[in-house]
């Protein structure tokens, strides 16, 4: 198993797309400052005190998974349609090893790509105390606690999204296919969510039941959950875990299912 995960890993970060990925992580972390300053006439010395949540929470909703998206069609997808997947059924491999192995390099590379933004946000942030004589710009524990419980909801949505996506991605007739109908789901989540809140405010006399079928629009939850989990509401949070476990039980198993299988090839 340690074999097939390493031959996974190997697969995804051999192909230059990823690694443009990784490269453009860090100039968007530098275009977001740069629009905070320059666009937002945010004062430096406010943004360097909280750039590295406020940097993810204004890409995270659209950018983030536009690329969790593309990673998601490319793992699934590509090798589900394309035949590859015949080379390692042929081998001692299970498809149940084979799709868990899959997921776990999906979800280890979100995880990679966010601590590579999360680097890259301080770095700057650090350029700017010492470019515009900022004090007192480091993390304290307070702050370092907010970024660590904010990366951790973001990771989370991530997680739960890419779920989400991997189920698309295993009924896609292509790539192209897949990501697109992923788009549609995100812009369209984000252009229509004042709808959706109308559809679901006759329950907005219970505050859980509410966010918890408000959520279940990731991006919106992304856009607007998060940043109300950091103020310790119990209802938000509550209704964040239950809707990321039912996308990771739900579509996790939907994708689980086609990819194992007998006549998908087919």
């Not at 996506?165 to 252009?191: D, E, H, P, Q, R």
């Amino acid at each position: 198993m340690k074999s097939l995960i390493y031959s996974e890993f190997e697969r995804l970060w051999r192909r230059k797309w990823f690694w443009l990925m990784v490269l453009c992580t860090p100039i968007l972390a530098c275009s977001t400052g740069v629009y905070f300053l320059r666009t937002m006439k945010v004062p430096v010395e406010v943004l360097s005190l909280n750039f590295v949540v406020t940097g993810l929470r204004e890409n995270l909703f659209l950018v983030c998974n536009i690329a969790v998206a593309a990673l998601a069609a490319a793992v699934y997808t590509e090798e589900f349609r394309s035949g590859q997947l015949r080379l390692l059924f042929m081998r001692r491999f299970t498809r149940g090893q084979i799709f868990w192995s899959k997921l776990l390099v999906l979800n280890a590379t979100i995880l990679f790509l966010l601590i590579v933004f999360a680097v890259s946000s301080q770095v700057i942030v650090e350029v700017w105390t010492l470019s515009y004589d900022v004090s007192d710009a480091g993390l304290s524990g307070s702050q370092g606690l907010q970024m660590l419980k904010y990366y951790g909801w973001a990771l989370a949505s991530l997680l739960a999204i890419s779920s989400f996506y991997c189920f698309i991605a295993m009924y896609s007739k292509s790539v192209t296919y897949a990501i697109g109908v992923c788009m549609v789901y995100n812009l369209g989540s984000l252009l229509f969510d004042s709808l959706y809140l109308k559809l679901v405010s006759f329950v907005s006399h219970i505050p859980y039941l509410y966010n918890v079928i408000a959520f279940m629009v990731i991006p919106y939850m992304q856009h607007t959950g998060l940043d109300r989990s950091l103020i310790g509401n119990s209802s938000v949070n509550g209704a964040i875990i239950t809707v990321v476990s039912l996308y990771l039980i739900f579509f996790t198993w939907g994708a689980y299912r086609r990819f194992v299988t007998d006549d998908y090839l087919y």
